[in-house]
């Protein structure tokens, strides 16, 4: 399967933690997008890569996430000192360009507890 | 300002067709997605559609643009069980990121 894929699928932890979730794109795709989904709304964006430049941040990353994409192929969004407003599922995408569409990862759900 | 709207929740049979409608507020937007989502999965991309197109098919989905009232619909013909899901609309904002700005997803249900 040459897809998104993301790690782990599931991560449950206690407030005040830090988690690291991984992304590998697809291989061809120089742009990387993460984004985060609640429930019952649809994905917001929170930053988004090329190659290995963070090109954009949202204002809803706030201080406590920080996202890396070291050498322009996978990434990883890590989140310090969870609160339980963080729980959610957060997804990667992957695209050649701005237009053609993205690709999107089957997710991480969070659950700060 | 950025916002895409869509009906919450929409029921139809097997076998007729369902219409999915989307309006956005920014009128710069060049390309409009539409995705799939189903239960516990990631997004699906269906289609998607240039600001300049008025309509685009793909098989049994059909989509169609007024790009004068903001509005984006998708037709799917022969609904079927398997397309039970969420649909969420998408404008990609003008610039280089290609960022998406989502509505709140349609709730689509085929009952047999």
């Known amino acids: 399967d040459t897809g998104v894929s993301q790690n782990p699928r599931h991560k449950i932890t206690k407030r005040g933690q830090n988690v690291t979730f991984r992304c590998d794109p697809i291989?061809?795709?120089?742009?990387l997008y993460w984004y985060r989904q609640t429930l019952g709304q649809g994905p917001e964006f929170l930053t988004y890569?090329?190659?290995?430049?963070?090109?954009?941040k949202s204002r809803l990353l706030s201080d406590r996430f920080s996202a890396e994409r070291p050498k322009g192929s996978f990434s990883t969004l890590e989140i310090q000192r969870t609160e339980q407003g963080d729980s959610a599922m957060y997804l990667c995408?992957?695209?050649?360009?701005?237009?053609?569409?993205?690709?999107f990862g089957p997710g991480t759900r969070l659950t700060v507890l | 300002g950025e916002d895409v709207e869509q009906s919450l929740f929409l029921s139809v049979r097997e076998g007729d067709s369902s219409v999915i409608n989307c309006t956005y507020t920014?009128?710069?937007?060049?390309?409009l997605y539409w995705y799939k989502q189903e239960p516990g999965a990631g997004l699906q991309l269906l289609t998607y559609?240039?600001?300049?197109?008025d309509m685009k098919q793909d098989q049994r989905l059909t989509v169609l643009l007024n790009k004068k009232d903001k509005h984006l619909s998708l037709r799917i013909a022969d609904t079927q069980t398997g397309d039970s899901a969420i649909y969420f609309c998408?404008?990609?904002?003008?610039?280089?990121?290609?960022?998406?700005?989502f509505g709140q997803g349609t709730t689509l249900q085929v009952k047999p």
């Open positions: 995408a992957s695209s050649t360009g701005p237009t053609g569409g993205q690709f």
């Open positions: 291989s061809e795709h120089n742009r």
């Open positions: 890569f090329q190659n290995e430049a963070q090109l954009e």
């Open positions: 920014d009128s710069s937007s060049t390309y």
């Open positions: 559609i240039f600001s300049n197109m």
């Open positions: 998408a404008e990609s904002i003008p610039g280089n990121t290609g960022k998406l700005i």
